[in-house]
């Protein structure tokens, strides 16, 4: 499947389960540290919206940096209201400007990982299609600022509940859905996977 259309079936079901969120957990913390689930859905909108000038602007007051341009767009964001964030994320089905780059790649990836980083503190898993969490397994290893091809040098990534497999090395297994979380530097996910890897993965994620 085009990984245009798995960014817009996810963002569908991120802004589905994003209405089902009460006020209070809106604040909640999130895998993304110092971040609440406001501030996650944030940054993830918070490119939509910008005409190709606006996004110039942003990116020549973060003097080109993009972690400085992600910040600019946080702060911009974070003080909006729930349902306002959730309507950009209707109102823009498909990943643009930034997260549109490489195919749909960065936003598919952005949007997939960002939905987990807010279910699993809150204790709200849910079954992510196979199709939809296989493709992000396999694009994650082309995308560099996730980091996963860095955290699996020496390692064999293998999926107990996907045929997929990645790396040469001493192995980690376990459901694909932590795989994929793990190995983009999400601590918290380790504790789901097993292997004589494990401790060597776990000293490459955060503290999240």
């Not at 963002?11 to 540290?33: G, M």
């Amino acid at each position: 499947m085009d990984v245009r259309t798995l960014a817009r079936e996810e963002r569908a079901d991120f802004a589905d389960f994003l209405e089902t969120l009460t006020p209070e957990q809106w604040d909640q913390p999130t895998l993304c540290t110092g971040w609440n689930v406001r501030s996650v859905v944030a940054h993830v909108v918070s490119y939509d919206e910008l005409s190709g000038c606006q996004l110039a602007r942003r990116l020549a007051r973060a003097r080109l940096s993009l972690s400085r341009a992600n910040e600019i767009g946080l702060a911009e964001y974070r003080v909006r209201a729930p349902e306002e964030l959730i309507g950009v994320l209707r109102r823009h089905p498909q990943p643009g400007r930034i997260l549109g780059k490489f195919g749909g790649m960065v936003g598919f990836l952005d949007g997939l990982i960002h939905h987990q980083d807010i279910r699993r503190p809150l204790g709200l898993p849910r079954t992510i299609p196979a199709a939809r969490l296989r493709r992000a397994l396999e694009l994650s290893l082309r995308a560099p600022p996730i980091g996963v091809s860095r955290r699996l040098t020496g390692l064999r990534a293998v999926a107990t509940d996907l045929d997929w497999t990645s790396g040469n090395g001493i192995e980690v297994r376990g459901p694909a859905e932590a795989l994929l979380l793990a190995l983009a530097g999400r601590r918290a996910a380790a504790d789901d996977l097993t292997g004589p890897g494990l401790d060597v993965l776990i000293s490459r994620t955060t503290v999240a």
